[in-house]
């Protein structure tokens, strides 16, 4: 089983998710030609990829979700909020699965937990992935950690954590008081700290990488998100992977 990234941050996230002859994406920030050209970086094509999942609607997240299915010819699973608001532009998937109250479900050899999370989208969710044997945990966007989440995301070998801002560097910034409210805000993101303090709680004997995601390119720093992971876990910094706008994440093994 291994996990990679195409790219996270606000201009465009997407992860890989593979376990035996499967390959999952989760959520597409890219236009179709653009995640080609990444998914190549990772030595893959349109076509191996099996089913996209889509944690909420938001552009960086949905915005080449329907294009690539088509291309891919694959399903797209989202919960109902999500596809609600992505029929209401115009931009829903043709081919749907719709995520219902199960606790799991499977794609081929990849056994998936849907978990919902405190963010300003219609009906958002997240994704532990299992192939049986080991775990990954995916968190890309939510406002603050609920005590189901750190049920869900316990005991896994490898987690994906939104590290999406430094608050001293945010309140401090240019952005409009209304934007950092925002985020700031029970529905927003996870800063650094909050990620290091969800971190500290769940981190198991079973974990062997922990991946920085989703930074703000005007309010946080790899070294930050970095530091603070790390002194959650009192590893060395350069153990705590990042998960980067522009180059994503390579391949990591579980």
């Known amino acids: 089983m291994r996990f990679g990234c195409l790219g996270s941050g606000s201009k465009g996230n997407a992860w890989l998710v593979q376990a035996g002859d499967t390959c999952v994406m989760v959520d597409c920030?890219?236009?179709?030609?653009?995640?080609?050209?990444?998914?190549?970086?990772?030595?893959?094509?349109?076509?191996?990829v099996d089913a996209i999942l889509l944690t909420h609607e938001?552009?960086?997240?949905?915005?080449?979700?329907?294009?690539?299915?088509g291309r891919a010819r694959c399903s797209v699973w989202l919960t109902h909020g999500s596809h609600a608001m992505l029929d209401a532009s115009g931009k829903a998937p043709t081919s749907a699965c719709i995520i219902e109250a199960q606790p799991s479900f499977d794609i081929g050899d990849l056994r998936i937990t849907p978990y919902p999370v405190p963010h300003d989208a219609r009906e958002p969710m997240q994704f532990v992935f299992s192939d049986g044997a080991r775990k990954f945990g995916l968190l890309t966007d939510a406002g603050h950690v609920t005590w189901h989440m750190e049920q869900v995301l316990g005991d896994c070998?490898?987690?994906?954590?939104?590290?999406?801002?430094?608050?001293?560097q945010l309140q401090a910034g240019s952005y409009p008081l209304a934007l950092k409210r925002r985020i700031l805000g029970r529905?927003?993101?996870?800063?650094?700290?909050?990620?290091?303090?969800?971190?500290?709680?769940?981190a198991g004997s079973r974990l062997k990488h922990v991946v920085a995601a989703h930074l703000s390119e005007h309010n946080n720093a790899p070294e930050l998100a970095r530091a603070a992971l790390a002194g959650a876990l009192g590893c060395e910094h350069d153990w705590i992977g990042v998960a980067d706008q522009e180059t994503g994440l390579d391949w990591r093994e579980i």
């Open 58 to 69: 938001h552009s960086d997240h949905a915005r080449g979700v329907a294009q690539l299915a």
């Open 157 to 168: 070998d490898a987690l994906a954590l939104e590290c999406n801002h430094d608050i001293a």
């Open 187 to 202: 529905f927003g993101h996870l800063d650094n700290a909050a990620a290091a303090a969800l971190l500290h709680k769940i």
């Open 29 to 48: 920030g890219f236009g179709p030609v653009e995640a080609g050209k990444r998914l190549a970086r990772l030595g893959l094509a349109v076509d191996d």
